[in-house]
Structure formats: structure tokens, C-alpha cells
């Protein structure tokens, strides 16, 4: 890259102020604005990585030289903020999901490549070492065939109930379980065809007043025979715990993110930590990559990313497992 993507960091809450501090040291792209209507958020934020505060949108399409927006703000508002950067010119980074109308996630995906812009969605874990190296494992034949996956995220407690409203984030099944789908598809090069799932008993009270719940589990049934499990709960209480298995016809690879991050593979031959697999910061060092691929995708790099239609796959597979919990089975 001849120079690093300059880039704008819209909503500086709990996910935004991350990915602003955690991207800004990279060599790969300058973070020389963040925004929020929460003004002073903004400016205690851009204080502390040398960036602009802004106050809204407009005030940052009137700073000269910004290539990207990313936005960290709540689902409901993405698409116009995609469709408002899309305009300018602007590449855009957009946290998950993209939205939670499948009709406008699609369309979305369609305006951008209409515009010749990179529209990124944030599944971050993509770009993080221990899935990085499951995927490359899986694709070099490491265990074989794939054949079963199961994919776990237990939350230590849960946010307000007024956050797992599943109008406003998509609830558990989606604000939680899109990250699990879309692994479970990308993973094994397989898509999701058909959903069974259970919702546990309530844990959190609170949340039968906004229709969610604190724990499901969801059987996805893929292309080839494949067969995905998801396991998610916001009541775990010891930590966030993320884990992924999966099970092949030459052996089993295990990605676990307590007490470190790291990929095992499993064969005849043993069980051994894959060299390059180990961080002490998953999330960290995947929200980082995560960007600096986006910013090699702009400089024109042909570089795998997911764009809108992986938002728009898990979406639909979360619209359906919530379905499936009170219906039975539903075909994708």
C-alpha cells in the first residue's frame, strides 16, 4: 500500500471506542476521525489516539482526505449510514450484522458493488489466528472432510434487557449467534439448508418483557451431510467463552479462546498447539487484521473479506432459528 487507509470511526460506545483504539496503532490505516453524537465521548476518544472529534456525520464528510467510514452504531441505524458513505464516494467497514431486513441487507450488498466501493461486514473471528488457521487447516486437508462443528458463546452476563430487545440488536439468536453462523458456513464451505432449535428456561427475567432469551441451542443442517451446532448463553458468569470443534473424517480441530486463544489439531498422529495460532487477545488482534485487510480490499488487494451477503446469510439463519424454537424445523 502506497499510504494507509484513512479512515472514520462512526459511534464511539463500547465496540466503537474498541475498534478506534485498537486499530489506530496499525501501519495499515490512520484513524483521523471518530464520530458520535455523544460529543464528549468523541473527543475523549480521539484525545487519547491524536484523532478529530466529531459531532456528526456531516461534520466528518467535511474532513478532506477520508477514504473508509467504519460504523460501530446501533444495528437500526447501518443501512442509512452505509447508504450516507456510499454516497460520499466512501468505503465502509460496518459492524454485524449489516441489518436485519434481508431485503435491504441484499440491496445494500448490491449499492456497493453498484458504486465499485468495498462494503466489509465485521465478522472479525474470521481474521483472528485460532480460526485463521482452523480454515487453513480445513482447507489443506488437515482432518479431511468435515463433518460435524460445534460452535459455543457463553457471554458472563447479560447486557440490558432493553439491548436484547430482538427489535433492536436481533436478540441472542442474531446479535450473539450471526458470529457462529457465519463460521459454520465459512469454515466448512458449506451452507446452512435447515434449522431445529430450543430455548432454554429463563435465567434473566427481565428479558421475557422484550421477547428474548438468555440461552438456545440450534441444530443447523448444511450441504454434504455436514451438521452444525450452536450452543449460546449470556450466563456463563465465569467469563466470555468462545469455542469452535470441529470433527473430521481424518481428525478434530479445537479452537479455544480461554485461558488463551489458540487452534489444536487432533490426528493419529497426537494433539499439538498450531505454531502461529496463539494470542493472548483474540478479539484484539481479529478486530486489527480485520481492518488492515479492509484496508488492503481497498487498495485493491483481491483479498477474501465478507461482504453483505454473509451478514444477510446469518441474518436469515437467526430469523429462522428463532422461528424453528417456536415452530419446529425451518427450511433456509
Known amino acids: 500500500m502506497a499510504a494507509p487507509l484513512q479512515l472514520g470511526v462512526i459511534g464511539v460506545g463500547r465496540m466503537g471506542a474498541v475498534h478506534a483504539r485498537t486499530i489506530s496503532p496499525s501501519p495499515l490505516v490512520d484513524v483521523v476521525a471518530v464520530a458520535d453524537t455523544d460529543t464528549a465521548a468523541a473527543a475523549a476518544v480521539a484525545g487519547?489516539?491524536?484523532?478529530?472529534?466529531?459531532?456528526?456525520?456531516?461534520?466528518?464528510?467535511?474532513?478532506?482526505?477520508?477514504?473508509?467510514?467504519?460504523?460501530?452504531?446501533?444495528?437500526?441505524?447501518?443501512?442509512?449510514?452505509?447508504?450516507?458513505?456510499?454516497?460520499?464516494?466512501?468505503h465502509v467497514l460496518c459492524e454485524k450484522p449489516l441489518s436485519l431486513d434481508l431485503a435491504d441487507s441484499s440491496s445494500l450488498g448490491?449499492?456497493?458493488?453498484?458504486?465499485?466501493?468495498?462494503?466489509?461486514i465485521g465478522f472479525w473471528r474470521r481474521f483472528s489466528p485460532p480460526w485463521a488457521t482452523a480454515?487453513?487447516?480445513?482447507?489443506?486437508?488437515?482432518?479431511?472432510?468435515?463433518?460435524?462443528?460445534r460452535l459455543s458463546?457463553?457471554?458472563?452476563?447479560?447486557?440490558?434487557?432493553?439491548?436484547?430487545?430482538?427489535?433492536?440488536?436481533?436478540?441472542?439468536?442474531?446479535?450473539?449467534?450471526?458470529?457462529?453462523?457465519?463460521?459454520?458456513?465459512?469454515?466448512?464451505?458449506?451452507?446452512?439448508?435447515?434449522?431445529?432449535?430450543?430455548?432454554?428456561?429463563?435465567?434473566?427475567?427481565?428479558?421475557?418483557?422484550?421477547?428474548?432469551?438468555?440461552?438456545?441451542?440450534?441444530?443447523?443442517?448444511?450441504g454434504d451431510g455436514v451438521v452444525a451446532t450452536v450452543d449460546l448463553s449470556r450466563n456463563?458468569?465465569?467469563?466470555?467463552?468462545?469455542?469452535?470443534?470441529?470433527?473430521?473424517?481424518?481428525?478434530?480441530?479445537?479452537?479455544?479462546?480461554?485461558?488463551?486463544?489458540?487452534?489444536?489439531?487432533?490426528t493419529s498422529s497426537g494433539i499439538e498447539v498450531v505454531a502461529g495460532s496463539e494470542t493472548d487477545d483474540a478479539f484484539g488482534v481479529g478486530i486489527r487484521t480485520q481492518a488492515e485487510a479492509f484496508a488492503r480490499a481497498v487498495a485493491g488487494e483481491d483479498i477474501d473479506i465478507p461482504l453483505a451477503v454473509a451478514s444477510t446469510r446469518a441474518v436469515a439463519?437467526?430469523?429462522?432459528?428463532?422461528?424453528?424454537?417456536?415452530?419446529?424445523?425451518?427450511?433456509?
Open 135 to 149: 480454515k487453513r487447516l480445513i482447507d489443506s486437508g488437515a482432518i479431511g472432510r468435515p463433518l460435524m462443528v
Open 236 to 266: 456463563c458468569r465465569y467469563d466470555d467463552d468462545v469455542r469452535t470443534e470441529i470433527l473430521g473424517e481424518q481428525g478434530a480441530i479445537f479452537v479455544d479462546l480461554l485461558p488463551t486463544g489458540r487452534t489444536r489439531l487432533a
Open 110 to 120: 448490491a449499492e456497493a458493488s453498484q458504486a465499485g466501493r468495498i462494503l466489509q
Open 317 to 332: 439463519t437467526g430469523l429462522a432459528i428463532q422461528q424453528a424454537a417456536a415452530t419446529g424445523p425451518v427450511v433456509l
Open 48 to 90: 487519547e489516539i491524536g484523532a478529530s472529534p466529531c459531532g456528526s456525520t456531516d461534520h466528518l464528510l467535511d474532513i478532506d482526505g477520508i477514504d473508509a467510514w467504519l460504523i460501530a452504531t446501533p444495528t437500526s441505524t447501518h443501512p442509512a449510514l452505509v447508504r450516507e458513505a456510499l454516497a460520499a464516494g466512501l
Open 153 to 222: 458463546q457463553w457471554d458472563a452476563d447479560p447486557p440490558p434487557a432493553s439491548f436484547c430487545d430482538p427489535k433492536a440488536s436481533g436478540g441472542l439468536a442474531i446479535d450473539c449467534g450471526v458470529h457462529e453462523f457465519d463460521l459454520a458456513e465459512w469454515i466448512t464451505g458449506r451452507e446452512v439448508e435447515r434449522v431445529t432449535s430450543f430455548t432454554l428456561p429463563l435465567v434473566d427475567q427481565s428479558l421475557a418483557e422484550v421477547g428474548d432469551v438468555d440461552n438456545l441451542v440450534a441444530v443447523l443442517e448444511m
